[in-house]
């Protein structure tokens, strides 16, 4: 029932029923969400992710921002300032989970440290352009919502996920470039070019098999809890490990590694510096172009852009 009623919210306006207390609402009321004013509240960020920071408790109003933003014009009121402590906070979590990520890489897996910044690499002219024009059609959404353009609202929302999809798509083709040239600097393994006979086929992997079923498992009780796109990812975690080659370790004894041992040595992962994710440089374009139309990588990029914004405002 409250995905349902944030879905009309978006559609029609938390006021689609006529609230008589909403006509006589002022921006400034303490019910009233100065976040949301101010531009951005992380309420609407992470919905469905495991960021979920819940409903917002006050009140979101198009309307009300625009009262807002015209007492900012004549110097009434400024809540910029709320909105760049409370996203500083999230960005500062964010960096600290980053940085230990990468210790963890470093000390685990020292090839693995290989340096790929995901925004450099990404951060096109075209896909430059793109955001331009994805925050422009938002723009146009919330004004036709002001306007009460329920269609067209909806037309320029539906223009944005298509705009979202091929930036998304931009960015994935240019990262599995940058990790195909990664991948071609790692170690790769010594041939035997004198060998007079091919090596017997290697045995299916006991442990990654378990982490096979155990990712499965996880789908499965994911998809009967609703949550969809989590249970997508653990499928696409599934199918990544099924990829994985045999481990070539037969003098070791195999009972000192653990998952995160096999996920880090074996598919090689990298950080994204905007959101904090593991990135493998064996994904494909598609896996890739998921993390960056998700609503966690879009919603970090959206407080960092949000944030260096406020910053060189006077």
Do not use: W
Request: charged content about 35%.
């Amino acid at each position: 029932m409250d995905a349902l009623r944030k879905q009309l919210d978006v559609l029609m306006g938390a006021n689609r029923n006529g609230d008589a207390q909403e006509v006589t609402r002022k921006y400034y009321d303490r019910d009233v969400c100065r976040l949301f004013l101010a531009g951005l509240c992380p309420h609407e960020l992470f919905q469905l992710t495991k960021m979920d920071k819940g409903p917002c408790p006050k009140v979101h109003s198009l309307q009300l921002r625009k009262e807002y933003e015209e007492a900012k014009a004549k110097g009434l009121d400024n809540y910029d300032r709320d909105l760049e402590d409370n996203i500083d906070r999230l960005i500062v979590e964010c960096d600290r989970k980053i940085a230990r990520a990468l210790k963890r890489l470093d000390e685990e897996d020292a090839k693995a440290a290989i340096a790929i910044s995901v925004s450099e690499v990404t951060q096109t002219l075209e896909n430059i352009e793109l955001s331009k024009q994805i925050k422009e059609k938002l723009k146009e959404a919330d004004q036709f919502d002001l306007e009460g353009k329920t269609d067209m609202k909806i037309r320029a929302l539906e223009e944005v996920e298509e705009l979202r999809t091929k930036r998304a798509d931009k960015q994935a083709m240019l990262l599995l470039d940058a990790f195909n040239k990664d991948r071609a600097s790692l170690p790769q393994p010594l041939t035997n070019n004198t060998q007079l006979a091919p090596l017997p086929a290697a045995l299916p992997d006991p442990h990654i098999q378990d982490m096979i079923n155990e990712k499965l498992k996880k789908a499965e009780d994911l998809g009967e809890q609703g949550m969809v796109d989590e249970a997508q990812k653990a499928l696409e975690e599934a199918e990544a490990l099924k990829k994985l080659p045999p481990r070539q370790e037969a003098a070791t004894d195999s009972s000192k590694y653990t998952a995160a041992d096999v996920r880090i040595t074996d598919q090689k992962l990298r950080v994204c510096d905007i959101c904090g994710a593991f990135l493998s440089v064996y994904d494909s374009d598609r896996r890739l172009a998921d993390h960056f139309g998700g609503k966690l990588h879009l919603g970090y990029m959206l407080i960092r852009e949000k944030l260096a914004e406020l910053q060189v405002m006077p």
